[in-house]
Nanobody, 119 residues
Framework: QVQLVESGGGLAQPGGSLRLSCVAS????????MSWARQAPGKGLEWVSS????????NYADSVKGRFTISRDNAKNTLYLQMNSLKPEDTALYLC????????????WGQGTQVTVSS
């Protein structure tokens, strides 16, 4: 009964910022790494970032490194993705999942939240 609910997406201008959230339930959140992935129209699912269970270990795709920051609040069972310096190519449906650097997490992805970067 893993449940993952993303929110925080919307429309941003190039150079702008958004903060995505993913509220998790159905498992011991703090024991597991978590990831963000995204899917743009006509493209496959792209891994974006992962974070270890304790929040110390992080990893990023080259395309977002230096612009996005993954974090988590285990007391709130919530995963975050702070997205700065947004580019049009960041436009995608953003999903969270349980796992490290995976595009096929065993428990699946959440429903996603849409991010659109446009002038």
């Amino acid at each position: 009964q893993v449940q993952l609910v993303e929110s925080g997406g919307g429309l941003a201008q190039p150079g702008g910022s958004l903060r995505l959230s993913c509220v998790a339930s159905g498992f011991t959140f703090g024991d597991w790494p978590m990831s963000w992935a995204r899917q743009a129209p006509g493209k496959g699912l792209e891994w974006v970032s992962s974070i270890g269970g304790g929040g110390r270990a992080t990893n990023y795709a080259d395309s977002v490194k230096g612009r996005f920051t993954i974090s988590r609040d285990n007391a709130k069972n919530t995963l975050y993705l702070q997205m700065n310096s947004l580019k049009p190519e960041d436009t995608a449906l953003y999903l969270c999942g349980k796992g490290w650097r995976s595009t096929t997490p065993a428990a699946g992805w959440g429903q996603g939240t849409q991010v659109t970067v446009s002038s």
